[in-house]
């Protein structure tokens, strides 16, 4: 770097390649360090989702279920109910009414 002073150019020594290199690294290690900030904070974000996914899956699993107990009990009903009007049927000689 030239700096004029009264009319005459001091020169100044420009800092040297590993000061500069110094420099460099500290700003990409600092870079790094954001980056890698962002970064936890989106695994954060998605670890949290991940168990909010997992929960939801097992309360609906668990709804399924109760609905499938819940269809086979109609299921049961209904072939009981099925049955016992065959029973009338039969018995009366298809003269229900």
């Avoid at 100044?12 to 980056?35: F, H, I, W």
């Avoid at 989106?42 to 991940?50: A, V």
């Avoid at 107990?69 to 109609?74: E, I, L, P, R, T």
């Amino acid at each position: 770097m030239i700096k004029k002073t009264r009319g005459s150019a001091v020169r100044r020594p420009s800092p040297s390649s590993s000061e500069g290199d110094t420099l460099v690294e500290k700003q990409m290690q600092k870079d790094n360090n954001a980056q890698i900030g962002v970064l936890a904070q989106n695994i954060s974000s998605i670890k949290k989702l991940s168990k909010s996914i997992t929960s939801t899956l097992k309360d609906e699993e668990s709804l399924m279920n109760d609905l499938e107990d819940g269809f086979g009990k109609s299921d049961t009903m209904m072939n009981h109910t099925m049955g016992k009007l065959n029973e009338l049927m039969n018995s009366s000689g298809g003269n229900v009414l």
